[in-house]
């Protein structure tokens, strides 16, 4: 699924007055053969350029049924997927009236008996295949603002993927970062207030997909924002593994209990495989760390600075021990 692919989605004036004003430079192009054929060949060609656009903006923008139960929930929560359904579904019928409306100009035309009939019949195709596009301005506004906003979703590879999970500012994308080397293949992909990251870690001749979520907060799934809806979907549906990441320096700004209950709203709804990650071990004195480590569910957490690079290894290890 790559919604970069969709093309430009004009407004209703734009397409007519870029298929009518084809027409009227193109029919000069070809050769007049057969009574009227000036007159045919507008049409045809006006049609046709509305029909192409139509079908090739069709063509490219996948149907929502038809997508992974990630990607349906995620088009839901960023545009309302029904709604773009109905879209694709209205250009879908003003592509076939066009081509029927056509059709019935072109056998009226092939018994006109005289030119100014002609041009009559070739100014009421306009005319009616115009009332068609402009009856579908609101579906190409819709459509055009929802290609922007889905233009730059994701596409995740059908592998062993990580999610890295926590609150906002806890260092999630640093590791990210760490984890996938100096260079690291990392795409973002902006959503309304935040970001989702992907960067793939190599070990021998395996990949590990490694996601890195939008910060989540201290509260119920129904007051949720989109962004950490979206978080939540890709645990759902993405995780093999969550790596959530506490930040027990509070530098964060949200207070260690607070992401305790992060976490455990996570570990008691979704029943995921969890490695638990203390991050900025730099900014804690070592007393702080060893009484951490004496508290659940710290006992088997991996420490380490991202900002340092310190424990970075030893966190790749501990993701490779549940990849084999």
């Known amino acids: 699924m790559n919604f970069k692919q969709v093309p430009r989605i004009p407004s209703s004036e734009e397409l007519v007055e870029y298929a009518f004003s084809r027409a009227r430079r193109r029919h000069r192009l070809g050769r007049a053969q057969g009574r009227w054929a000036s007159e045919r060949r507008r049409i045809v060609l006006a049609s046709a350029s509305v029909r192409r656009w139509l079908n090739r903006i069709l063509a490219r923008m996948p149907e929502v049924e038809s997508l992974p139960p990630f990607y349906r929930e995620l088009i839901d929560v960023l545009v309302d997927a029904e709604k773009l359904s109905r879209s694709l579904r209205s250009l879908r019928w003003a592509s076939k009236k066009i081509e029927r409306i056509e059709g019935d100009c072109l056998r009226r035309l092939g018994r006109a008996e005289s030119a100014e009939e002609a041009r009559r019949i070739r100014r009421e195709f306009y005319g009616r295949a115009a009332s068609v596009v402009r009856s579908i301005d609101g579906e190409l506004a819709y459509l055009r603002d929802a290609r922007e906003k889905l233009k730059n979703l994701p596409t995740f590879r059908e592998m062993f993927t990580a999610v890295i999970a926590g609150a906002p500012n806890v260092g999630k994308s640093s590791l990210l970062r760490q984890l996938t080397g100096a260079e690291p293949r990392i795409e973002s992909y902006p959503f309304t207030t935040t970001s989702l990251l992907v960067g793939y870690m190599r070990h021998g001749f395996r990949e590990v997909q490694l996601v890195d979520t939008p910060g989540l907060l201290d509260r119920k799934p129904e007051e949720m924002n989109r962004a950490e809806r979206q978080c939540m979907l890709a645990l759902r549906h993405l995780a093999e593994l969550v790596v959530f990441v506490f930040d027990p320096s509070e530098s964060c700004g949200y207070t260690l ?58 966190l790749r290890s501990r993701i490779l021990e549940y990849v084999n």
């Open 257 to 314: 209990e607070q992401q305790l209950r992060i976490h455990e709203g996570i570990a008691s709804s979704l029943g995921l495989r969890m490695l638990r990650v203390v991050n900025k071990a730099d900014l804690l004195q070592e007393e702080v760390l060893e009484r951490l480590r004496e508290r659940e569910p710290f006992r088997e957490a991996v420490v380490c600075s991202a900002r340092l690079g310190e424990g970075i290894e030893m």
